[in-house]
């Protein structure tokens, strides 16, 4: 990596080698007022963390994709090469976009309750990571997995819900380009809730395919709201992810957006679809 910086980016760069979690955050923090653009190489979870600590800056962040599914780098339009990602940070556009908290925590891309933040946590243990392995552990589990119930207030309107998962998208994917929320904008001010509601096991494939082909909001068995203040309750703690990171949290979640709190460096073709 470092003679491939040293090779396409035009800049003076310093390269720093994280060292354990969180380590990326403090690095980042650390930047700010002392470099123009900070550089996450890595997933969404790496962004996560030096996103965490650039928000509300004037800092910029860079990234070049390293990660399993890459979610916003790819709605970013960031190439998914680590040459021509390189290359991107000295003729990329900057965007201001949102960002958002689950209980004070901060995400960027996507945070969800359910099937997908189970599977985040069984993903982490595993040997193997890489949209194969995410894929083969989704079918391994889904099976077993049981719908629960989740009371959800947004902006004021209650919907309760007995729901296969709930996603709160700022961006429209996952990542891999499974798109869960296909209209998401990361620069509306507004999350998407995703209620994917509980289906027949034969419907399974029907709705992956409708990821990957941008149709998942036309199926009958997803919901999607938009807002900006949104509580989920549920009966119990239980397992959460932020950009993919799993984590355990509380019964309460309470997920607010933060409107144009990120400067970050995306791809020269995102305005053209944005």
Known sequence: MPDLVNSHFK?????????GVSHAHEVAAQAIGQYDMV??????????????????????????????????????????????????????????????????????????????AHISEVFSHGKHRGFISYIKSSLLEVINYKPQDYHIEIDGQIYDRRAFMVSFANSSQYGNNAHVSPQASVQDGLLDVCIIKPFPLYSFAGLVIRMFNKTANKSRFVEIINGKHITVKRKTQGPMHLDGEPEIAEANVKIDVLPASLNILVGNDFNKVA
């Open 11 to 19: 800049g003076d760069a310093t390269i720093v080698f994280t060292e």
């Open 39 to 116: 550089v996450a190489v890595g997933g969404d979870g790496t962004i996560n963390e030096v996103a965490s600590a650039l928000v509300g800056s004037e800092t910029i962040l860079g990234v070049v994709p390293c990660g399993s599914g890459n979610g916003l780098s790819r709605f970013l339009q960031i190439p998914m090469d680590i040459e021509e990602a390189i290359k991107n940070l000295n003729t990329g556009d900057v965007a201001v976009i949102d960002s958002a908290q689950a209980n004070g925590k901060p995400f960027f891309n996507m945070a969800g309750m359910g099937f997908d």
